[in-house]
């Protein structure tokens, strides 16, 4: 594709230009770009390899015009040079695509952009999904690493919503060596909880280093087990301890967890807003102390699950509930309130049997409820083929020992869902 593009764009130069381009040497008194807004001049001439005050010939003229070309940051780009001025005409590429880290040991926000833009000019946050662009990227944070002390080989890989050919990140990951997650030192713990953090942190390294979510994981895994206990307002922080380092052929990405336990509080009462589809009712009832049962930070986590769940079976698959406790210092009581912001309606869009016969296709259809435009209810999805066996006797004994796969998809954008039903022996 880039380069067709670059082929329409030397037909246009030639035409544009009313000096014979190779054949004279021509020192523009300014250069300048209109239509693209996005970048600077200082940015695309520094991107085209262009410098004020220069005499260039047509073949240069190419040579710095296709650079910017091949960036894959532009559809077409045309020029033209009136005897003062070399004027450059962009057309912007129809998508650009946000970055994802998905293993890298770096910091990713403004402070990795900065230093990306400092070499990269057209780089701001966005890469193509080809393009000479996405390569510098890729061995810019390549190179990062290897200034500390890393090797390894980066991969750049367009990313989109699954089952469908729609391109909406690139993620950039290492390939080669593995990374993972190490702490090397906690605060906090006492000696009679040391020996569990040990091991929840033990299972917490044990999961692939992911560059947005290892903190979460590590410092999550801790403040389950204390708010288990009663420890409702501890607090876990896991900062990083140093640059990355290898260690037995791997990436070694060191950490630190420093846990503020607290008091112990009591649960108080859970408030949920007016039209929530969970009763108060049934939120005293799952707090309702029991000697057998759950702690209560168990009870509570369960309550938002059953709120969030009730929201999406109803369609709403973007569901969140953002819990708020209170907290009674002087009582050391806990009550908690809940923002819910429930998101679009998803609706079904098709659902498809694969793998079966003609037969059985037909008799699944029959008991298939969930119609094209409904509100889309992933467990209705779960749950329908063990409830269509247990209600058809002839349908169970066709599907015994069958395995079931489900391909579910969603589309962010048009809030529709396609189902895709295998079954298997």
């Avoid at 004020?52 to 003229?61: I, N, P, Q, R, S």
């Avoid at 698959?317 to 923002?339: G, M, R, S, W």
């Amino acid at each position: 594709m880039r380069r067709a593009l670059f082929l329409l764009f030397t037909a246009f130069a030639l035409a544009a230009t009313s000096i014979p381009l190779f054949a004279q040497k021509f020192q523009p008194k300014s250069i300048q770009f209109t239509g693209d807004p996005e970048y600077t001049d200082q940015e695309l001439m520094a991107a085209a390899g262009l410098k004020k005050g220069v005499v260039l010939t047509g073949a240069e003229m190419n040579e710095h015009s296709k650079a910017l070309m091949d960036s894959g940051v532009f559809d077409n780009l045309t020029y033209k040079f009136d005897g003062q001025d070399l004027i450059f005409s962009l057309i912007p590429a129809e998508h650009l695509y946000a970055v994802k880290f998905q293993n890298l040991p770096l910091e990713p926000g403004p402070a990795l952009d900065a230093s990306l833009h400092q070499n990269l000019p057209l780089y701001h946050g966005k890469v193509p999904a080809e393009g000479t662009l996405l390569d510098q990227v890729r061995v810019a944070l390549e190179q990062m690493l290897a200034g500390k002390g890393i090797q390894a080989t980066i991969t750049a890989t367009p990313t989109g919503q699954s089952g469908t050919r729609k391109v909406n990140g690139v993620t950039f990951a290492i390939t080669d060596p593995p990374v993972r997650a190490s702490v090397s030192k906690i605060d906090g713990a006492s000696d009679a909880d040391l020996g569990k953090v040990q091991e929840l942190v033990a299972r917490a390294s044990a999961i692939p280093y992911d560059t947005e979510n290892s903190v979460t994981n590590l410092s999550h895994a801790v403040e389950n087990y204390y708010q288990d206990r009663g420890y409702a307002d501890v607090k876990v922080a896991a900062p990083r301890n140093g640059d990355p380092l290898m260690d037995s052929g791997a990436i070694v990405v060191p950490f630190d967890l420093h846990i503020d336990q607290g008091p112990i509080y009591k649960l108080g009462a859970i408030h949920v807003p007016d039209g929530t589809p969970v009763t108060q009712a049934e939120i005293d009832k799952t707090l309702a102390p029991r000697p057998d049962g759950p702690p209560n930070g168990v009870r509570v986590r369960s309550i938002w699950g059953l709120i969030a769940g009730r929201y999406r079976s109803k369609g709403y698959l973007d569901c969140k509930v953002e819990p708020h406790p209170q907290f009674d210092t002087q009582n050391l009581i806990v009550n908690y309130t809940a923002d819910i912001t429930p998101g679009p309606v998803y609706h079904l869009a098709f659902v498809k049997f694969d793998n079966v016969s003609d037969q059985l296709r037909a008799l699944l259809l029959k008991d298939w409820q969930m119609l094209p435009g409904d509100p889309f209810d992933p467990t209705y999805v779960s749950t329908f083929i063990q409830k269509a066996s247990q209600t058809d006797p002839a349908l169970a004994r066709t599907l015994a020992g069958i395995k079931t796969k489900f391909d579910v998809n969603a589309d962010p954008e048009s809030h529709e869902v396609t189902v895709i039903i295998r079954l298997e022996r």
